[in-house]
């Protein structure tokens, strides 16, 4: 059984240019949450997606917009890139609602360098 | 911002326990405290959670306080494979309500 799976692993692009990176959930689940990872820090929560709609949102600008597809795998886009987007962009999944018993399973991650 | 505190580093030695602290004394009634783990440029991995009662797996015992203000996950026998930032988080009891991080704990095991 697959965890999640995220693509690429590592990503370089220049200011002002646009990113998508994908994001697989585990096998069963239906909920894709998106995190922001600078270095030294904990990750940020980004976005929330379940049913293809946006469910929740992190204090992130409209610059980071989301999709997810109806087999549930999800894709980040990122417009007009700065130098302070780089970082680690984890995805975790989960299945809706979930209880407590539940939990949150993220991806290896993908390294976005902006220079 | 987090709702927990956890110091920044701490280190042991290989084969003792590994007792990591967090305060969080502004949990509320309906939320639970669970321990992550992130070994370098890895994806965060679940540990272990609790709403007030000991909690004990394979990987790991989780202690929280009487009053819930404060918790300790303890790595009963560490390896050098436990070497990784460990995350403390409080949340409602539902699991897709999104993890707020703080920089959590780093722990050092060395030989």
């Known amino acids: 059984d697959a965890g999640v799976t995220q693509s690429p692993t590592h990503l370089i692009k220049t200011r002002g240019q646009q990113v998508t990176l994908r994001c697989s959930p585990k096998?069963?689940?239906?909920?894709v949450s998106w995190y922001q990872q600078a270095l030294g820090q904990g990750p940020q929560f980004i976005f929330q997606?379940?049913?293809?709609?946006?469910?929740q949102r992190g204090n992130f600008p409209d610059r980071f917009s989301g999709h997810q597809f109806p087999n549930y795998s999800s894709e980040l886009n990122v417009n007009a890139l700065l130098l302070g987007d780089s970082a680690l962009y984890l995805c975790?999944?989960?299945?809706?609602?979930?209880?407590?018993?539940?939990?949150?399973?993220f991806g290896p991650g993908t390294r976005l360098t902006v220079l | 911002d987090a709702k927990t505190t956890q110091p920044t580093s701490m280190d042991c030695a290989e084969g003792r326990a590994a007792n990591l602290p967090c305060n969080h004394s502004t949990i509320s009634g309906n939320e639970y405290v669970y321990w992550y783990r992130q070994i370098h440029s890895q994806g965060p991995q679940y540990i272990i959670h609790?709403?007030?009662n000991n909690e004990t797996n394979e990987m790991a015992s989780l202690i929280i306080t009487e009053d819930r203000k404060s918790s300790t996950l303890i790595l009963p026998h560490a390896t050098l494979r436990d070497t990784a930032v460990y995350y403390c988080i409080v949340r409602v009891s539902y699991n897709t309500d999104k993890l707020i991080f703080g920089t959590g704990t780093r722990l050092q095991v060395f030989p």
């Open positions: 975790a999944s989960t299945e809706f609602p979930g209880g407590a018993e539940d939990t949150q399973y």
């Open positions: 609790g709403l007030k």
């Open positions: 096998s069963g689940h239906d909920t």
């Open positions: 997606y379940y049913e293809e709609e946006e469910r």
